[in-house]
Nanobody, 114 residues
Framework: VRPAESGGGSVQAGGSLTLSCVDSRFIFKGTNVAWYRQAPGKERELVAT???????KYAESVEGRFTISRDDAKNTLYLQMHNLQPEDTAVYYCNGRPPIVSYWGQGTQVTVST
C-alpha cells in the first residue's frame, strides 16, 4: 500500500485546490514530510516540506500561495493551493523528505488553465 493522493483537478488561473495524502501505513508518522510535483517533460521537484517539529519550507515559486499541513489523527497530509497559475500544472505527490524511493504513490493531477 502506498500513499493515496487526491484532490487534484482542473481549475482556471487564480483558483484554489486542496490536495490530500493518506498514509495508511503510518510511514510518515513522526518524520519530515513533503509534497513534490512533476510537470510534463520535467524532473520531479520539491514543492513544500513540513518538518517533524512543525516548521515549513516552500519552493520560491509557491511561497505565499501554498500551505502544507498534516492531521496526525487521520494520517493525512494536506497541501492548500491558492492563486494557482498555469505553471503549477503537474502531477503532485506526497512522500517523506528525503523521499522514500519505494513509497511513491500515483499522484494527483493538477491542471491550471488561463
Amino acid at each position: 500500500v502506498r500513499p493515496a493522493e487526491s484532490g487534484g483537478g482542473s481549475v482556471q488561473a487564480g483558483g484554489s485546490l486542496t490536495l490530500s495524502c493518506v498514509d495508511s501505513r503510518f510511514i510518515f508518522k513522526g518524520t519530515n514530510v513533503a509534497w513534490y510535483r512533476q510537470a510534463p517533460g520535467k524532473e520531479r521537484e520539491l514543492v513544500a516540506t513540513l518538518f517533524r517539529l512543525g516548521s515549513t519550507k516552500y519552493a520560491e515559486s509557491v511561497e505565499g500561495r501554498f500551505t502544507i499541513s498534516r492531521d496526525d489523527a487521520k494520517n493525512t497530509l494536506y497541501l492548500q493551493m491558492h492563486n494557482l497559475q498555469p505553471e503549477d500544472t503537474a502531477v503532485y505527490y506526497c512522500n517523506g523528505r528525503p523521499p522514500i524511493v519505494s513509497y511513491w504513490g500515483q499522484g494527483t493531477q493538477v491542471t491550471v488553465s488561463t
